[in-house]
């Protein structure tokens, strides 16, 4: 029952913030702040109860769910539950949610109301997507995130916002149809098989299909999730929509959006289709591993400061989905405090960028430079999060990587060669972006204010979690082994099945 | 012995108070945390010497388990510290040597605004050493071994706004990740077929399951020694150590002289295991430090900046070390560690006090007849400079680097070539050390000395020459009173060299040969520099002369060989494709719907007749279709 009041809180704060939005900016602001924060502080509380025992099986063992029925008649339940990992991903969400209103608080002056609406609604679709085991549930949500999404973008963005939203629509939309396609084929061949109509991913794990199928099921999958991870050669919408969209809009598109990809790989692409993905899993380890050199290297050309932080996107998150196709404890669970630390340091890069354009109204970085003498803390800032995103051990990212390529290594040493690469790639984008912004000599005089009060606030978090993921990983290592556990026997035993 | 946690606490304190506070706290407040942090450390690092010395633990080895960092699947990985005599060594020489570099620090940096941030990167810098030293698995070794990278990087551009600092630390700290790109293919390569990353029983392990001459072992070897040359600045990666003379100069002592480029040779002797195992992997450390010791002390010879010669010339002493390496000889390579640590960091700490005096001048030839004005940093740079040079029996170089000459003929890995080398190298480098104490301290005075270091600067220097001439007598050949007292030591943690005593020479030819190299050096340096310096010029003229100069002083060509094969090419193609090839096949696409557009468009023209002659048209094709198929 509380997964759902979750959601519903989010939904209603939405609708409360954009009617009160109207009279007063600071009530939406307060009634989305408290909104998000009540849900945080419920799912941190219920993490702190639950370590996670709890193992996700076929049947159904799940740490909370809620079951009720939609639409009987085509097999359409509303059905949330949650495991280990799904947790993980809900406090995270609110947690980004919390910042993504906080680093609002100053940016977005018109239309604040319909504002924190989108907001709202975006994060509760993001939890649905997160929570939902139907599959019907899960693209209904998979949708709600994306138009809020694109109002967030193609309203409060930048210069070139309409074109960005546009594009941002079209390739999640039409990628998005095809996971349609491939779930409502699955739909009828699991009725075909059983006779029975059913939504539900317990019952559709293990539906026996021909490797053809299998196959093209997998793929329609596949590309929904690869397009929003996003991978090499399915990037391209990424730079435009994070350079374009409002600060909290790319905090949320860095630290949540690509992450409901990794997330669908990890809970559907593989477990539904475990013999069809891998056979599949050298390609996509491959493309991962161009996605890693090939977004590292564009980061390192690019002026746009904004743009330079999301080409570093498609290079982390190429770990990511390495890990996830390797398909082990130790990749996968590299994948997962990947994620986690990605949306907090390269989360926290969009928000300094924020910070910076407020002050400068310019993300070129050739016009940047020696801000250190007149911002020192922002600039300590910025070194901070660019020591994370280059890998630093100590920080959650080099964790995530290391444990990612160290159990990749085992089936590729040669890709896990190259994409170990990446990680020396990602230090040539690193240091340029601290030199072009924070040292070198202030040629253009520029003098601005340092960080202070609620500014300050919202980075002390985000530097002490990616401190604590790095030195401290247990609690989120410990958190995500049962599900993985339980995912990992799934798919063995599903493989063993099909080959009987 | 249980407060081995506080030796990298203490910098860590230092560095977060300093970073976190440090702007509101007056100069003389940061360098007593600053020196103090570290002063404590080394006060801790003595007291757990004197512990060990006195009641060694079990097996010469303690561990204290700090906190359970990683532990995932069949993967635990504590943060653990782990102390034997080797990292003992280390430890001390590290967090001594740089307590008394921070107190010159305090003296050096007392006027520079940003005080308090040298500091704070310079305490993190110790923290990270030492972990890196004490860090009982390899991932522990690795986060280490990255800080020390990162401080590095910060302190060489510490001047951030000449951009030329920024692209010297750069370049540092993307050079040695290339070195740690091989190490971490390693750490896997390690993990997946030992199935642990603990360095003890890795060493175990390997030694139970992998034969002599193993390919994995041989790889594994292989890709540390790639991290190692990274660190260490040793041939082909070692194009970054002399540009890190760009930041200050208590920096290049501490960090590029006496401790973090030797954190190659430390990875190296604490998995020596491996290289016992791997042989052909052993030889080629032996190969990189005798073809680097050689190739730098000609660049040494060549360089006009004071400080630029002394990076050379700790490129060519840490090729010493790893020619020990090499042929087995790991205590002799930790001995050359220590004294060269020493003498090292006062030649710096000297060049420091120089440059300061004479208004941040660095080039040697406009310098001259400091002698009489500067007659403290005289002395202490020349003791360092004998020991440095190995002048015999007063100097502790002479004992540290005679031991590695000999051992690389006399040690059962040892070769004929190596010795030779080795000796060839004594020749360049009392050749290039004499150039510079000829070049700065002799001859007429060339700039005025604006000012004199003050206690804070001179005293470390006293203590550092003082080391730099006793620091030897821990180990002493056979036929010069036969002490082993440091070697006895070692060999708790690292196994002696097996001395071929068949075919091997004797101790004493072979220092007598070191002795003759030395003087012959003397004699040119002299003759070059003080009896005939018309001569060298002249030399330096000539075609041929000129063509060498200009070769060795550039180091190689290397720089200009990687800019071409590696950097530009990168560079290339990230302006070339910035703006993202992929995207143009989306765009085109979406081009391509609109041309299509347009031509439908077209179509729709309002017109009666066009629509009535196309239905028409199109009635015909279909009645058309239908008759004929």
Redesign the interface.
């Known amino acids: 029952m509380m997964l759902v009041w979750l959601i519903v809180i989010l939904l209603a704060a939405g609708v409360v913030a954009w009617l009160g939005g109207r009279r007063s900016a600071a009530w939406a602001r307060w009634v989305s702040l408290l909104a998000v924060l009540a849900d945080l502080i419920w799912a941190v509380a219920f993490w702190l109860r639950h370590p996670a025992q709890a193992e996700i099986l076929p049947q159904g063992h799940w740490l909370a769910q809620f079951n009720v029925a939609w639409v009987p008649q085509l097999g359409i339940r509303f059905h949330l539950a949650m495991d280990g990992l799904s947790l993980l991903m809900v406090v995270l969400t609110l947690f980004i949610g919390v910042m993504a209103v906080l680093c609002s608080w100053r940016e977005i002056q018109t239309g604040v109301g319909f504002y924190h609406f989108n907001l709202m609604w975006i994060l509760a679709g993001i939890l649905g997507v997160f929570l939902a085991v139907d599959l019907f549930l899960f693209y209904f949500a998979w949708e709600l995130m994306l138009v809020p999404m694109y109002f967030l973008i193609a309203i409060w963005g930048h210069e070139r916002r309409v074109y960005a939203a546009i594009k941002f629509f079209i390739f999640t939309q039409l990628s998005g149809l095809l996971m349609l396609l491939a779930i409502l084929a699955l739909y009828f061949i699991h009725h075909r098989a059983t006779g029975v109509y059913t939504f539900e991913y317990s019952a559709l794990l293990g539906t026996p299909l021909s490797q053809r199928t299998a196959l093209l099921l997998m793929l329609g999958f596949f590309v929904a999730f690869a397009v929003k991870l996003p991978m090499?050669?399915f990037?391209?919408w990424l730079?435009d929509a994070h350079t374009e969209a409002p600060t909290a809009g790319s905090l949320i598109l860095a630290g949540l959006l690509l992450k409901t990809g990794a997330y669908g790989m990890i809970r559907f692409v593989i477990p539904l289709f475990p013999q069809a993905a891998h056979q599949f899993a050298p390609v996509a380890m491959t493309l991962a591993v161009v996605g890693i050199l090939y977004g590292a290297?564009?980061a390192?050309?690019?002026?746009d400061f904004k743009r330079m932080v999301a080409y570093t996107s498609v290079s982390h998150l190429g770990f990511v989905l390495l890990g996830i196709f390797a398909w082990n404890?130790?990749a996968l669970?590299g994948a997962v405090v990947g994620m986690i630390a990605h949306a907090l340091s390269t989360g926290a890069l969009f928000m300094l960028v924020g910070q910076l354009y407020e002050r400068t109204h310019t993300r070129d970085l050739t016009r940047l430079g020696?801000l250190?003498?007149t911002a020192?803390v922002l600039s300590?800032v910025g070194m901070f999060f660019m020591?994370g995103s280059v890998g630093?051990?100590?920080l959650g990212d080099f964790?995530g990587e290391?444990?990612v390529?160290?159990g990749t290594?085992?089936l590729h040493?040669i890709l896990?060669?190259l994409a170990?690469?990446g990680?020396?790639a990602s230090?040539?984008y690193g240091?340029?972006m601290v030199?072009r912004a924070?040292?070198?000599?202030?040629v253009h005089q520029w003098k601005i204010a340092d960080l202070k009060g609620r500014e300050l606030l919202i980075m002390a978090p985000m530097i002490a979690l990616l401190l604590w993921l790095g030195?401290?990983?247990?609690p989120v290592?410990?958190t995500f082994?049962p599900a993985w556990k339980g995912l990992e026997r799934t798919t063995r035993s599903l493989t063993a099945a099909a080959r009987r | 012995m249980n407060l081995l946690w506080l030796i990298p606490a203490f910098p860590i304190a230092g560095f977060l108070f300093l970073a976190l506070a440090g702007t509101r706290l007056s100069r003389r407040a940061v360098s007593i945390v600053g020196a103090g942090s570290v002063g404590l450390s080394a006060l801790v690092s003595l007291w757990i010497a004197g512990q060990f010395f006195v009641s060694p633990p079990a097996g010469y080895a303690y561990t204290q388990t700090i906190w359970n960092w990683l532990d995932v699947g069949s993967l635990h990985l504590p943060i653990a510290f782990y102390l034997d005599p080797l990292s003992l060594i280390m430890t001390l020489v590290v967090t001594c040597v740089g307590f008394l570099i921070h107190v010159y620090s305090a003296g050096y940096m007392s006027e520079d605004e940003d005080i308090s941030r040298f500091f704070a990167y310079m305490n993190l810098f110790v923290a990270s050493m030492v972990t890196l030293l004490l860090a009982s698995n390899l991932v522990l070794l690795l986060l280490g071994w990255e800080g020390v990278g990162l401080c590095s990087y910060l302190l060489i551009g510490f001047w951030y706004r000449d951009p030329a600092n920024g692209y010297a630390g750069r370049k540092a700290f993307i050079v040695t990740r290339v070195g740690d790109t091989s190490m971490l293919i390693g750490l896997f390569l390690l993990y997946r077929h030992l199935g642990t990353l603990d360095i003890q029983t890795l060493m175990a392990r390997a030694a139970h399951q992998w034969p002599v001459g193993s390919p994995l072992a041989v790889a594994a070897g292989l890709l540390l020694l790639g991290g190692a040359v990274g660190k260490s600045a040793q041939l082909p990666l070692q194009t970054w150590l002399p540009d890190a003379m760009a930041g200050p100069t208590p920096t290049s002592a501490l960090i590029h002289a006496a401790t973090m480029v030797t954190a190659g040779v430390y990875l190296i002797a604490r998995m020596h295991v491996i290289y016992q195992l791997a042989p052909s992997a052993q030889f080629t450390v032996g190969v990189v430090g005798a073809a680097t010791l050689t190739l730098a002390g000609f660049s040494a010879l060549t360089q006009p900046d004071i400080k630029r010669a002394l990076a050379y010339s700790t490129v060519s002493q840490i090729g010493y070390m790893f020619l020990a390496l090499g042929v087995g000889a790991w205590s002799a390579a930790i001995f050359h560690f220590m004294t060269h640590a020493f003498f090292k960091a006062l030649l710096f700490l000297g060049a420091g006090m120089i440059i300061e005096s004479l208004h941040h001048e660095q080039n040697m030839f406009k310098m001259g007849g400091l002698r009489k004005e500067l007659p403290v940093v005289f002395w202490t740079f020349l003791i360092a400079g004998c020991a440095l040079a190995g002048v015999p029996l007063v100097t502790a170089g002479f004992y540290s680097k005679g031991l590695i000459v000999w051992q690389a003929e006399a040690s059962s890995a040892g070769r004929w070539g190596f010795w030779l080398v080795a000796v060839f190298g004594v020749f360049l480098t009392s050749a290039y050390t004499f150039r510079i104490i000829f070049l700065t301290f002799f001859g007429e005075a060339k700039s005025h000395v604006h000012k004199r270091p003050g206690l804070a600067m001179t005293v470390p220097c006293i203590v550092l020459a003082v080391l730099s001439l006793v620091g030897g007598f821990v180990k002493t050949p056979e036929f010069l009173g036969n002490i082993h007292l440091f070697t006895d030591f070692l060999h708790h943690a690292l196994p002696p060299v097996a001395v071929a005593h068949a075919r091997a020479m004797s101790e004493l030819a072979s220092e007598g040969w070191v002795t003759l190299a030395l003087i012959v050096g003397f004699a040119v340096a002299y003759f070059c520099y003080i009896e005939r310096p018309e001569f060298t010029a002249s030399l330096t003229r000539s075609a041929l002369g000129n063509a060498l100069h200009r070769f060795w002083k550039s180091d190689w060509g290397m720089d200009w060989l990687y800019d071409r094969l590696l950097v530009w090419p990168v560079m290339w193609f990230a302006r070339v494709d910035a703006g993202d090839a992929v995207d143009s096949i989306y765009t085109g696409i979406a081009r391509l719907c609109e041309w299509f557009y347009q031509g439908v468009r077209r179509t729709e023209t309002g017109q009666i007749r066009w629509y009535a002659a196309a239905i028409a048209f199109g009635t015909l094709i279909f009645v058309a279709v239908v008759l004929f198929l």
Do not use: C, I, M
């Open positions: 090499f050669p990037h391209p730079p290297v564009l390192y050309g690019q002026r404890t130790l669970e020696g250190w003498s020192p300590g020591l630093l051990p100590g964790v290391f444990l390529l160290l290594y085992r040493p896990t060669a170990t690469v990680v020396l230090t040539f240091v340029q030199q924070f040292h070198g000599p202030n030195l401290y990983p247990l290592l410990k082994a």
